[in-house]
């Protein structure tokens, strides 16, 4: 994500408009993509904390992030 983000600030600080236009606009397209690595994160430490991490509901929600995150956004 790191990497992603690197690239869409790159493009977004080469555009139109003042900086905090820009961040803003970078902010914009990033939020629900860090969002869902964010929450998808979370819930999977919830599983490993209550020992669940081997079971399918990580595995569903591993699979569904990742599902989410090799698309084009």
């Known amino acids: ?3 992603e ?5 790159a493009a977004e ?6 900086v905090e236009e ?3 606009r970078f902010y914009r ?3 629900d993509r ?3 690595v964010v929450k998808t994160s ?3 430490l919830d599983l ?3 020992g669940q991490w081997a079971g399918p509901e990580s595995a569903r929600l591993t699979n569904e992030a990742l599902g989410r995150l090799i698309q084009p956004y």
């Open 1 to 3: 994500m790191a990497l």
């Open 5 to 9: 983000d690197g690239v869409v600030l």
């Open 13 to 18: 600080l080469t555009g139109t408009g003042s």
């Open 22 to 24: 820009r961040l803003d």
């Open 29 to 31: 397209r990033r939020h």
């Open 34 to 36: 860090a969002e869902l």
């Open 42 to 44: 979370l819930r999977l």
């Open 48 to 50: 490993e904390s209550a």
